[in-house]
């Protein structure tokens, strides 16, 4: 079976902090994506990998960087976490052909 | 630009009656398709997909499908609600090539009566 693990269900970080959201896929997928999901404004992109070390920005990449160093391992960074920045995050990845994205379970980050 | 509309928030029905959500989208080609489901606190569930071909396309779950190309819509029905299927459901497209980059709608809750 597909499977996309996020590390942490649910985290609670302090203003400043820098946060690391850890993703890991078993799938042997090229690409990774990196999704924030808030009430009413639905999933949007905030970087993408589509491979090892490779890296594009999304929609809203700002205040966020992301690491791809193993083909399996995404990794969402919050260089210094903010209130703004509590939300739930979704990683999901896809390989190269035209088929659909696989989600994991998210991780929701609440920043004080 | 590219983008998903789904023009309702939250939608009830009773259980037993029959469901629509509505989806549009703006893309200058036919894209590929999807609609997810996401129970609460849960990741999102492929419920289904077109890519081409028959234009009703079925899914998981007793879901179903329809894409019209000339009013570039995609609505996702089920004859007949089920308790459980009370969720938020995202519709969803890419462009196809290498990235299948997902642009996702803003959802639609569902809540289903007794």
């Known amino acids: 079976d597909v499977k996309v693990t996020q590390s942490s269900r649910y985290l609670v970080k302090r203003t400043g902090e820098k946060v690391f959201l850890e993703c890991v896929q078993d799938?042997?997928?090229?690409?990774m994506f990196w999704y924030r999901q808030d009430p009413g404004l639905g999933l949007r992109l905030i970087y993408f990998s589509y491979d090892v070390k490779m890296k594009e920005k999304g929609d809203i990449p700002e205040g966020y960087s992301v690491s791809r160093e193993k083909k399996e391992r995404f990794s969402l960074i919050l260089e210094s976490a903010s209130t703004n920045q509590t939300s739930m995050y979704l990683c999901?990845?896809?390989?190269?052909?035209?088929?659909?994205?696989?989600f994991g379970q998210g991780t929701r980050l609440t920043v004080v | 630009a590219q983008s998903v509309t789904q023009p309702d928030i939250h939608i009830t029905v009773s259980e037993g009656a029959s469901l629509e959500l509505r989806c549009n989208y703006s893309?200058?080609?036919?894209?590929?398709l999807f609609w997810y489901v996401q129970s609460p606190g849960q990741g999102l569930q492929l419920l289904l997909k077109y890519f081409s071909g028959d234009t009703l396309v079925q899914g998981i779950k007793g879901f179903e499908a329809e894409f019209k190309r000339s009013q570039s819509s995609f609505n996702l029905r089920k004859p007949s609600v089920h308790w459980s299927d009370a969720a938020e459901y995202f519709c969803a497209f890419h462009y196809g090539g290498a990235t299948n980059k997902l642009i996702f709608g803003t959802g639609t809750l569902l809540a289903v009566q007794p």
């Open positions: 893309y200058g080609a036919t894209p590929y």
């Open positions: 999901a990845s896809s390989p190269y052909t035209n088929t659909e994205a696989f």
């Open positions: 799938m042997d997928h090229e690409n």
